[in-house]
Nanobody
């Protein structure tokens, strides 16, 4: 059974930091591209960042470039999203995704709220 479980979300003030972790089981983790998405109320799901199987290639949306860092540990089967200098517009439910060709799996999501 495939499971992707997000952790590390919560409430933070503007300018603060959070680190999200996606813990994967039931897949050969090192063979999957890992992606973080987010969805704010009333908006479509947005790709935040993704990372290649080896971790050598990373892509970021323009809105988080320079503030967020994606990483992965193919021994621990985890993918992290370090979020710095958070802004109110970063408030959303954040989802972890794993993809391999046409195969894709999702976590249930975790709330991140940036507010004073």
């Amino acid at each position: 059974q495939v499971q992707l479980v997000e952790s590390g979300g919560g409430l933070v003030q503007p300018g603060g930091s959070l680190r999200l972790t996606c813990s994967a089981s039931g897949i050969i983790f090192r063979t999957y591209v890992m992606t973080w998405y987010r969805q704010a109320p009333g908006e479509e799901r947005e790709l935040v960042a993704n990372i290649s199987k080896t971790g050598h290639r990373k892509n970021y949306s323009d809105s988080v470039q320079g503030r967020f860092t994606i990483s992965r540990d193919n021994v621990k089967n985890t993918a992290d999203l370090q979020m710095n200098n958070l802004k109110p517009e970063d408030t959303a439910v954040y989802y972890c995704g794993a993809s391999l060709g046409t195969r894709a799996y999702w976590g249930q999501g975790i709330q991140v709220t940036v507010s004073a």
